[in-house]
Every structure is written in structure tokens, then in C-alpha cells.
């Protein structure tokens, strides 16, 4: 038996049947646990995946405005010149 760190409901895993890193649902409230210590056995939020896919999201969105501030910038020397 394992506590859900968001609720403290008890949650009943197989301790001979899991391994570290698995992933367990809390039958009381649903939030998705990973196993993170078997000894003593310990339950740990799992990684949010839609997070990690938003990171990626947000680093090409800043590639591309640092392509945009440089073409401004060229676009801006040739005003100069001129």
C-alpha cells in the first residue's frame, strides 16, 4: 500500500508486480503517480507529458522571433545605407 501525495487516499499496488518509474492511477481523485522508491514503497506525481510538449511549443515559437528580429535588423541596415 502506497499514499496518493495529492489526496492521501491509500492506493493498493502490487508491490512484487510494479517497478520503479511505473505508472499507477489514484482510485480517488485520478491523478496519474508514478512509483519513485520501493523501499519503503512511495508514490511521486508522473510528469505532466502536455507540459513537456508545450516547452518544445514555446522554444521553436522563440527560434522563429529571433529569425524575425534579425531579418529586421538586416532590413533595418539597409535603410541606413541608403
Known sequence: MATCPE???EV???ETDVDLGDEVSCPECGQTLVISNTDPFELDFAPDDEDDDDDE?????EDEDEEEE???EEDGADWEEE
Open 7 to 9: 489526496c492521501d487516499a
Open 57 to 61: 511549443d514555446e522554444k521553436v515559437e
Open 12 to 14: 493498493e499496488v502490487d
Open 70 to 72: 534579425e531579418e529586421d
